[in-house]
T-cell receptor, first 113, second 114 residues
């Protein structure tokens, strides 16, 4: 079945370090891909998304490119801040709107000053 | 608009009791989803409504679970005869029916079954 695999956490970085969180997916067809973030004590928030191959989603300095040839959607940020500490979830939605999101297990990021 | 709201935020119950959770979606959103998230895992889909119609149910939604959205606005999720394995965070999300569909999540209801 369809699935999302994320790198195991926790990821611990110093402020201003470069961040990569790997995400690969298994799905037939052309899913839409998402990164959600969950800050401590808060609900899931959409961080960025891409709906077709080679699309790049970006928001708040984070970027991810939809790579169909490698079935990947890795999250990157050039310089992390302490406020980026959160749990990051990669997700896919297969087919058109109205279908469920399939999430990875989440990756915890901890940034220290 | 204050976003998706869920009540209660926390619920502690004894095994065998029934519990009901409520979700109020963003007002103009016709689609409403329920997910369950256990510790260390990503959210897992339970069920989905478009307006008042329940269009999809996951096999995770056992016979003890029932969800309703009677007027196409708020939704309730009831768990009957709770079991310890039902302990989880129950998340609600809503989305529009047009444009680039993005699911907006509520803060969740954390259930602990003793």
């Amino acid at each position: 079945g369809d699935s999302v695999t994320q790198m195991e956490g926790p990821v611990t970085l110093s402020e201003e370090a470069f961040l990569t969180i790997n995400c690969t997916y298994t799905a037939t067809g052309y899913p839409s891909l998402f990164w959600y973030v969950q800050y401590p004590g808060e609900g899931l928030q959409l961080l960025l998304k891409a709906t077709k191959a080679d699309d790049k989603g970006s928001n708040k300095g984070f970027e991810a490119t939809y790579r169909k040839e490698t079935t990947s959607f890795h999250l990157e940020k050039g310089s992390v801040q302490v406020s980026d500490s959160a749990v990051y979830f990669c997700a896919l939605r297969k087919g058109q709107a109205g279908t469920a999101l399939i999430f990875g297990k989440g990756t915890t990021l901890s940034v220290s000053s | 608009d204050t976003g998706v709201s869920q009540n209660p935020r926390h619920k502690i119950t004894k095994r065998g009791q029934n519990v009901t959770f409520r979700c109020d979606p963003i007002s103009e959103h016709n689609r409403l989803y329920w997910y369950r998230q256990t510790l260390g895992q990503g959210p897992e889909f339970l069920t989905y409504f478009q307006n008042e119609a329940q269009l999809e149910k996951s096999r995770l939604l056992s016979d003890r679970f029932s969800a309703e959205r009677p007027k196409g606005s708020f939704s309730t999720l009831e768990i009957q005869r709770t079991e310890q394995g039902d302990s989880a965070m129950y998340l609600c999300a809503s989305s529009q029916t047009f444009g680039p569909e993005t699911q907006y999540f509520g803060p969740g209801t954390r259930l602990l079954v003793l």
